[in-house]
């Protein structure tokens, strides 16, 4: 017996793919009231008060704001939730869920 201690021929490393993470976007509208807004984003997205005002004060000017980004079940769930509330509600409230670029 030899004591050349041979290499393996092949190295095999396995990738593990970063999950891509969902922008949540709220779009301005002019029917639904700012303090829903407000209360909305505390409730669905656990944003505190100044947090939430900023966030819907740069969509109600911008026309858009990226509220957080999250993995792709959970920014889809969470944009559904909340534009539901609007709805439920009587109101135009929209948020989407985008993959980030
Ligand atoms: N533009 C609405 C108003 O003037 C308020 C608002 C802000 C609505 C942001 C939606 O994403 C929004 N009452």
């Not at 769930?77 to 609007?86: N, P, Q, R, V």
Request: proline residues 7%; charged residues 30%.
């Amino acid at each position: 017996m030899s004591d050349v201690v041979t290499p393996p021929k092949t190295v095999t490393r396995t990738k593990t793919e970063r999950p891509k993470l969902y922008k949540v976007v709220l779009l301005n509208d002019d029917f639904t009231p700012r303090e829903f807004v407000v209360m909305v984003l505390k409730a669905v997205f656990r944003t505190t008060e100044d947090e939430a005002s900023r966030i819907m004060i740069t969509a109600h000017q911008k026309g858009a704001c990226v509220v957080s980004v999250y993995p792709r079940d959970v920014a889809e769930t969470k944009a559904m939730e909340a534009t539901d509330l609007g709805r439920q509600a009587g109101f135009p409230l929209m948020f989407t869920a985008e993959p980030e670029e």
